[in-house]
């Protein structure tokens, strides 16, 4: 659906070219993966291997470039270039706005990974010389997941969403679609026949896997979470409650609508996530949060170059290929998605304020949750007050994350709030992953 000049939502005919063939592709790999499990595992494996292995360059180069690419547009030239024309005014209003494409970006993935992500790089550090388990490690254990999360990962969403709104807003291109992004270089009417289908079905095929890998680390965080609250085991049972949950909300969010559902999800999961971060963050160990913080910035900057262009081809440590070139592709596999999703959420905005609002926002707000969740992790690792690693080698990731929440206190206020926002995360990112799905499968889109 899409948004009229009245402000009601109307209705677009499916683009069957587009719609069947990418259900058919998705549905009958994941059924030969299902049924050839192994070989299918085998063959992951192999081209994972070989993407982070012999192209992982592609990626950090790749990275870099998004980067340099989204400063010249934000800042060059064209940064006064407003989506809709000169006289446009945003849709909506600046916080929500905020809200709908930080929600929608990053999901129960952040929430997850950001509790534990610092113990993997602390067990096994980046670079060489530095020890296990030492101050050292601690230190770009800190740091490197606010790299992960930060600006790079950002911009690769920012370079889909400035050709894709402009040709819709301001070309008044038919279609919110990655093929209409892409009709500059391959030209119109190559992006109207099969090529353009091609790229729009590959789209739909990775946003389905991306929004898939999202939700594999959150649901069963959150299942844990439910059988704490309810005093139940774990079990398969409720790994389906948990689904059944997020397909509810993401389902009535979608029938209600962007302005109906999508925003009013996420204006009230941004709420919910300040009061959280605000209780932890007075609760918690405060100081060690804010100098922690402040020491892991200063890392980042010092060593931004050195991380961006690290492969390690000497020590193959695979750090880089296993956590750095790995998020690239994830970010870059959300990217024509989120670049949707922006693009149809920022008319009324110029390039400029989308170049510095998405990405220090988005930045900002990943690294508030490393701050408050992972150096209240860190400092009780640090100080014996509760075994993060231990936990997590003996029973699980999410179980380490709920035995955190417990030790900081109030566990009877904090872990509802935290089921609550996992919740809604995981509704915004399946909801927004399907309107941008949506508005890809439907044609004769109009403004």
Same mark, same amino acid.
């Given at each position: ?5 009245? +402000? ?7 683009? *069957? ?5 990418? @259900?058919?592709?998705? $549905? ?15 063959? %992951? ?6 993407? #982070? ?22 800042? +060059? ?9 000169? /006289? ?22 952040? @929430? ?6 610092? #113990? ?11 020890? &296990? ?31 894709? +709104? ?8 038919? +279609? ?6 892409? &009709? ?107 100098? %922690? ?10 060593? !931004?170059? *050195?991380?961006? $262009? ?31 999703? @922006? ?5 009324? *905005?110029?390039?400029? /304020?989308?170049?510095?609002?998405? #990405? ?9 949750? !490393? %701050? ?45 709030? !935290? ?14 992953? &399907?309107?941008?799905?949506? %508005? ?8």
């Amino acid at each position: 659906m899409a948004s009229s000049s009245t +402000g009601k939502e109307t209705s677009a005919a499916i683009d *069957r070219g587009i719609f069947l063939p990418a @259900i058919i592709t998705v $549905f009958s790999l994941v059924v030969l993966m299902m049924v050839f499990e192994a070989s299918a595992k085998a063959a %992951m494996d192999a081209a994972f291997n070989f993407c #982070t292995n012999q192209l992982g360059s592609i990626y950090l180069w790749f990275a870099v470039f998004a980067l340099s690419m989204v400063v010249w547009l934000g800042f +060059g030239r064209y940064g006064h270039v407003r989506l809709g024309g000169p /006289d446009a005014r945003p849709e909506f209003n600046r916080f929500s706005w905020i809200a709908m494409f930080f929600c929608s970006g990053i999901g129960t993935s952040l @929430i997850f990974w950001a509790t534990i992500e610092w #113990t993997y790089y602390y067990k096994s550090p980046p670079f060489a010389g530095t020890e &296990a388990l030492s101050q050292g490690a601690a230190e770009w254990a800190a740091m490197y997941p606010i790299y992960h999360w930060g600006p790079i990962g950002w911009v690769l969403y920012l370079l889909c969403a400035f050709p894709i +709104g402009y040709a819709y807003y301001n070309r008044k291109m038919g +279609g919110l679609r990655l093929s209409t992004a892409c &009709a500059g270089v391959i030209g119109e009417e190559t992006a109207k026949g099969w090529v353009g289908k091609v790229i729009d079905i590959l789209m739909i095929f990775g946003l389905v896997g991306g929004t898939g890998t999202s939700l594999a680390s959150g649901t069963p965080m959150l299942a844990e979470a439910l059988s704490q609250i309810l005093g139940v085991a774990h079990t398969a049972t409720i790994d389906m409650i948990v689904v059944a949950i997020w397909t509810a909300i993401f389902t009535a969010s979608v029938v209600l609508g962007l302005k109906k559902g999508i925003k009013v999800l996420s204006d009230i999961n941004i709420v919910a996530v300040l009061a959280l971060c605000s209780l932890i963050f007075v609760i918690g160990p405060t100081f060690f949060m804010v100098n %922690m913080f402040t020491d892991s910035i200063g890392m980042m900057v010092n060593n !931004f170059a *050195r991380m961006s $262009f690290y492969t390690d081809p000497i020590g193959k440590s695979m750090f880089p290929q296993w956590w750095t070139i790995f998020y690239w592709a994830w970010w870059i596999a959300y990217g024509p998605y989120m670049g949707i999703f @922006i693009a149809r959420i920022s008319k009324g *905005r110029t390039f400029r /304020d989308l170049a510095v609002t998405v #990405t220090l926002a988005g930045s900002g707000g990943c690294a508030l949750f !490393f %701050m408050i969740f992972g150096n209240t992790a860190m400092h009780m690792e640090l100080n014996n007050l509760y075994p993060v690693l231990e936990t997590i080698k003996s029973q699980s990731p999410s179980a380490a994350i709920l035995g955190v929440l417990h030790e900081l206190g109030l566990w009877w206020i904090i872990l509802p709030l !935290f089921i609550f926002v996992g919740f809604v995360y995981s509704g915004t990112t399946v909801d927004s992953s &399907a309107y941008a799905i949506a %508005m890809v499968a439907s044609k004769d889109m109009k403004e």
